[in-house]
């Protein structure tokens, strides 16, 4: 039973160009999350996407970021025009339903250098 | 708001205990605890939700205490594998879907 599958692990991207993260949730999840994690800190809160929709965006930057979960397929993080910033690990987690009661699982997350 | 947790950092022998405590400034719904250890996914310990309770499996449980919105994540007799960060995860109340607000973890070393 293949768990929350993120790729590509590591993503090298020059200043400008454009970062796609995927993530394939457990089998059976409906229910996916973006977080994103910087050097030394916690996890942040990005998006929260139901299977074509986005259920809560209120973490995502207003610019430059957007997220989908389409009826096929995995979810996607795109970030264009990526900054040094936006160095940093994104997790993905997923869930059957919507996680209130129960836990969140996270893939090995992908993470991002901006040179 | 972040919720604050404490100790930033723990050194512990194997067989020693532990405390980390995770206060929030918000009314709560529940409470999660992750361990992550470096480079791989955080992993699921356990989830406390509103009504006050206490729970544990193994070695490591965990209380909120819903009125001062605080809980706090016991470890006993540590193992080396209890080492890595730990951090909790909050939701406030009114919210239950899994948007967590996490802590700045918590640092755990556990030696021979």
């Known amino acids: 039973n293949a768990g929350v599958m993120q790729n590509p692990r590591h993503l090298v991207r020059r200043r400008g160009q454009e970062a796609r993260l995927r993530c394939s949730p457990m089998?059976?999840?409906?229910?996916v999350y973006w977080y994103r994690q910087l050097p030394e800190e916690g996890l942040k809160f990005m998006v929260y996407?139901?299977?074509?929709?986005?259920?809560?965006e209120s973490g995502m930057p207003k610019e430059r970021f957007s997220a989908e979960f389409p009826k096929e397929g995995p979810s996607i993080l795109r970030i264009q025009q990526v900054v040094r910033g936006d160095s940093a690990a994104y997790f993905c987690?997923?869930?059957?339903?919507?996680?209130?009661?129960?836990?969140?699982?996270f893939g090995e997350g992908s993470r991002l250098t901006v040179l | 708001q972040q919720p604050v947790q404490s100790p930033q950092a723990v050194i512990l022998r194997e067989g020693e205990d532990a405390v980390i405590n995770c206060s929030s400034s918000?009314?709560?719904?529940?409470v999660h605890w992750y361990r992550q250890k470096h480079g791989e996914a955080p992993v699921f310990l356990m989830i406390?939700?509103?009504?006050?309770e206490q729970k544990g499996h193994d070695k490591i449980s965990a209380s909120f205490n819903e009125k001062k919105q605080q809980s706090s994540l016991y470890l006993t007799a540590s193992q080396l594998s209890y080492s890595g960060t730990y951090f909790c995860?909050?939701?406030?109340?009114?919210?239950?879907?899994?948007?967590?607000?996490f802590g700045q973890g918590t640092i755990l070393t556990v030696h021979p």
């Open positions: 987690a997923s869930s059957p339903q919507g996680a209130g009661t129960g836990e969140l699982f």
């Open positions: 089998k059976g999840h409906s229910h």
């Open positions: 996407l139901q299977k074509e929709n986005i259920i809560d």
């Open positions: 918000k009314a709560l719904y529940s």
């Open positions: 406390l939700l509103k009504g006050g």
């Open positions: 995860g909050t939701e406030e109340g009114g919210t239950s879907y899994g948007k967590l607000t």
